[in-house]
């Protein structure tokens, strides 16, 4: 099983869709989460934190499953804005450095 | 406004030469990391650093070295031992307390092309 683990999609879907991603992790000692989003030939920023209880920033929800070792990004009302590479990221068990997933594109069409 | 800034932005390299991308970061993090990014393969960690000093091999460090003579910098050099150098080159720092990483923040990479 690899370390970390996105759907490289692409998703392509409407304005005003809602459309969720996973990513799994192998690490159970891994202990921090985060979503990250690319632009075409940009370097990835910082999109949302991921906690156990899961939090919410306006049309983005993030969620973390340990049971089952995989966190989740939900958009509702998706933008053309959005059309992005999102990138899952954890860290290492006891290192504090971050594994990253290979992305998931996601393509948003009028 | 605090950041970090790799330089330069692209950068040619002719085979058998050492070329050193440039990291800087004023946010006052105590950690520092290089990534390369190729087509497909994601993110792939090569060297790290969490002090002033003292670094540690990622993934995949062989072909390059690094430095961490000050907390701003971590400059990164791409050696001549390194086969296939043509990537885009990102370099980040972090907050690091304990085992907790409180997430990157990225410069704007450097895209390197073997001439």
């Known amino acids: 099983r690899k370390e970390v683990e996105q759907d490289p999609g692409p998703f392509n879907v409407p304005e005003g869709a809602t459309v969720a991603f996973n990513c799994t992790y192998s690490n159970s000692a891994s202990q921090s989460f985060f979503w990250y989003r690319q632009d075409c030939r940009k370097e990835p920023k910082l999109l949302m934190s991921?906690?156990?209880s899961g939090n919410e920033d306006g049309r983005f929800t993030a969620q973390l499953n340990r049971a089952s070792q995989y966190i989740s990004l939900l958009i509702r009302d998706s933008k053309l804005s959005d059309s992005a590479t999102y990138l899952c990221a954890v860290n290492r068990g006891s290192q504090g450095n971050l594994i990253f997933g290979k992305g998931t594109k996601l393509s948003v069409k009028p | 406004d605090g950041g970090i800034t790799q330089s330069p932005k692209y950068l040619f390299r002719k085979e058998g030469q050492n070329v050193t991308l440039s990291c800087e970061q004023n946010l006052n993090h105590d950690a520092m990391y290089w990534y390369r990014q190729d087509p497909g393969q994601g993110l792939r960690l090569i060297y790290y650093s969490q002090i002033v000093n003292d670094f540690q091999k990622g993934d995949i460090a062989e072909g390059y070295s690094v430095s961490r003579e000050k907390k701003e910098s971590f400059p990164l050099t791409v050696t001549s031992a390194q086969k296939n150098p043509t990537a885009f080159y990102l370099c980040?720092?972090?907050?690091?307390?304990?085992?907790?990483?409180?997430?990157?923040?990225f410069g704007s990479g450097t895209r390197l092309t073997v001439v």
């Open positions: 991921v906690y156990s």
């Open positions: 980040a720092s972090s907050i690091y307390v304990g085992v907790t990483n409180y997430g990157y923040t």
